[in-house]
C-alpha cells in the first residue's frame, strides 16, 4: 500500500527512505504522546517548524572555518520586560570569531597580549550584532574564560576613550546602569551636533532611543537652571535620584550652556500643599 504516493517500477523497496528524517520522528512522537491533540495538517507544521529551528541551531560544519564557534544570542528586535524569562525570549544563534589569525600574530609580539584581548571581546559582540542578536557580558566571559568585571572594564575604557559605542546587550535593551550609552549619544547629540539619524546609526540605537536620552537630559537641565535639586528634579520628573545625578553630571562634563527659557514663567519646584503650579 503506497498511502498515495505514486512510485516508478522498482521504486518501491525505497519508497520510504527519503522520509526517513528528524520531521518524521518528530510526527511520530507529536502522534504518540500527544494523540488527538494534532491533526495531521497541524502535526506535519509544528514538525516542520521545529525542524527548522534544530536546523538553525545545529548548521554543518561545512559552514564553520578554523577558530570559529557556534553561540547563542538574544535577538536584537527582542527586549526585556518584567519578569521575562530568557525562555520567553527569542534566540538567534550565531557564528563567531573565537580565534583567528590575526589574533595567532599578534600574541607572537610580546606585549601584545592586551590589545588582542580587547579586539577579541569587541569583535565578538560586533559580529553577534551584525547576524541579528545581541551578547551580555556574561556571554563573552564565558567565551573568552574572562570574569565578568574583567570584560566590564575592557569595554567601557575602550568606550570612553573611543567615543564609540560596543553594541552589547546592556546598551541596545537598556539593561541595567550603564552610563556610558547616555554619554555618548548625549554628546553626539548636544556636543557634536551630529543629527539623530546619524547618532542612531553610531550607537547602534533607534532614533527613537537617541530623541529619549537627549530629551531627558534636557528636562533634567531645565529643571537644574530654574534652580532645583537634585531630589526636586527627580520628584518633578519621575526619574531616580541616581538617573537624575547622571545626567546632572554629563550636564557639568559636556558644559552645555543653560537652556533659554524665552518666557520665563514655567516652574517645576514642588509646590507647597494648596498652591497651583506656575505656568
Not at 16 to 25: I, L, P
Not at 139 to 159: A, G, Q, Y
Not at 216 to 237: F, M, N, V, Y
Amino acid at each position: 500500500m503506497t498511502m498515495g504516493f505514486r512510485y516508478s517500477p522498482g521504486s518501491y523497496p525505497y519508497q520510504a527512505s527519503d522520509r526517513k528524517t528528524f520531521k518524521s520522528a518528530l510526527c511520530h512522537l507529536l502522534q504518540v504522546e500527544f494523540p488527538a491533540t494534532f491533526g495531521p495538517m497541524v502535526t506535519d507544521l509544528f514538525a516542520q517548524k521545529i525542524d527548522e529551528l534544530y536546523e538553525r541551531f545545529h548548521p554543518p560544519r561545512s559552514r564553520f572555518k578554523p577558530g570559529q564557534v557556534l553561540w547563542t544570542g538574544v535577538a536584537i528586535d527582542d527586549p526585556p520586560s518584567r519578569h521575562k524569562r530568557i525562555e520567553d525570549t527569542r534566540l538567534v544563534p550565531v557564528i563567531l570569531d573565537l580565534v583567528t589569525v590575526r589574533d595567532i600574530e599578534q600574541l607572537q609580539t610580546k606585549g601584545r597580549g592586551i590589545p588582542v584581548r580587547l579586539a577579541k571581546i569587541v569583535r565578538l559582540f560586533e559580529q553577534a550584532h551584525e547576524q541579528g542578536a545581541v551578547l551580555g557580558h556574561a556571554d563573552v566571559s564565558l567565551l573568552l574564560n574572562m570574569s565578568i568585571s574583567r570584560i566590564s572594564t575592557h569595554v567601557l575604557s575602550h568606550e570612553r576613550e573611543t567615543g564609540a559605542l560596543i553594541p552589547r546587550r546592556g546598551t541596545i535593551h537598556d539593561m541595567g546602569r550603564s552610563v556610558t550609552h547616555k554619554a555618548i549619544i548625549c554628546y553626539k547629540s548636544l556636543v557634536e551636533k551630529k543629527p539623530t539619524s546619524q547618532v542612531a546609526q553610531e550607537t547602534f540605537h533607534s532614533p527613537d532611543d537617541v530623541e529619549h536620552y537627549v530629551q531627558c537630559l534636557r528636562r533634567i537641565q531645565l529643571c537644574r537652571d530654574k534652580g532645583l535639586s537634585p531630589e526636586q528634579i527627580a520628584h518633578a520628573t519621575g526619574h531616580s535620584l541616581a538617573l537624575v545625578q547622571e545626567y546632572l553630571d554629563l550636564i557639568e562634563e559636556f558644559r552645555i550652556p543653560p537652556l533659554p527659557d524665552p518666557e520665563g514663567k514655567e516652574d517645576f519646584r514642588p509646590k507647597k500643599q494648596g498652591e497651583q503650579r506656575g505656568g
